[in-house]
């Protein structure tokens, strides 16, 4: 009898981002034992957080391909640890708080990937000098590509403070709710614009909070602005978060599109509207967003 395996179709990102701890494994270890070991009740989170599937094919794929399985279980039909196998065997552990995707974070992530791959964004196109900042299609292209690959993950969190953040640290997005609008899709480009800042980290590229925070408010209002035009939409003349902000981005994002440079007073204000935001609120001059790039 034969073990099955499918290749998965996102690899799983090895050692996994944000471990504990690494252990190595030997023919004494299952999934049972160290899931007990290191305080889990389910086997499986362990699984998900190593090799980010539930399916058994796949998880014998990676057992193979990653930890070098040769060795089989009773039944033939899965591998297990230990000899023989082609390398020395380690499984990582995740931090005590982690719980394994839930179907409404794969929800988030097919939404995420979507809104960051769709044609719209792939045009968006902004340099600024006010904030020496800039980003391009192509830059959205990789981060589109970084979401496919699961090296950004997005997360569903109907209890999060803002419509949606990137955390530099786990490279992941979290939304409050699934888009349904163009007005929510732009929050998740406002944050897919610090994800492509936190990815050109590694290739020296920096930038200070102020800065970033704007310029990802003037690519959100571009953004808005290809299915809304120019002219502030008389649907948003309620008070929301951030508005004040919003409005100082549309009028820059206006001038980006107009043919006259833009004026640094229009830049000017839409700092000093973020800095008086909630958001922005104690934000210093030279303070950095805690980029530390994707891997
Ligand atoms: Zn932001």
């Not at 000899?83 to 939404?111: L, V």
Request: net charge neutral; with cysteine.
């Amino acid at each position: 009898m034969g073990v099955k395996l499918r290749e998965p179709l996102v690899r799983p990102v090895w050692p996994p981002k944000g471990y504990a701890k690494r252990v190595e494994v030997t023919e004494d270890d299952d999934w049972w034992i160290l899931s007990a070991v290191h305080g889990r009740t389910d086997p499986w989170d362990l699984i998900v957080f190593n090799f980010g599937t539930r399916n058994p094919d796949e998880v014998n794929w990676c057992l193979h391909h990653i930890l070098g399985c040769r060795r089989k279980s009773k039944d033939g039909k899965n591998y297990d640890f230990g000899a023989p196998c082609t390398i020395r065997q380690y499984i990582y552990i995740p931090p005590a708080g982690w719980k394994p995707p839930t179907t409404a974070d794969d929800d988030a992530w097919e939404r995420v990937r979507s809104t960051i791959n769709s044609a719209t964004v792939k045009t968006l196109n902004l340099s600024l000098f006010a904030y020496k900042l800039s980003i391009s299609g192509h830059d959205f292209g990789k981060i589109g590509y970084l979401l496919n690959t699961k090296r950004i993950t997005a997360k569903l969190d109907p209890t999060h403070l803002h419509a949606a953040e990137y955390l530099p640290g786990s490279d992941q997005i979290i939304i409050k709710l699934l888009p349904s609008d163009p007005i929510d899709r732009s929050h998740i480009v406002h944050e897919a614009v610090h994800a492509s800042f936190d990815y050109r980290h590694s290739f020296g590229v920096r930038s200070y909070q102020l800065d970033e925070e704007c310029f990802a408010y003037v690519v959100q209002m571009l953004y808005l602005q290809k299915f809304y035009g120019g002219t502030w939409p008389s649907g948003w003349s309620h008070e929301f978060e951030a508005k004040a902000t919003w409005q100082a981005a549309w009028k820059v994002a206006n001038a980006v599109r107009g043919p006259d440079p833009v004026h640094p007073d229009l830049t000017d204000a839409l700092m000093t509207a973020y800095k008086a935001s909630n958001a922005g609120n104690g934000v210093g001059l030279l303070d950095r967003p805690g980029h530390n790039g994707i891997r």
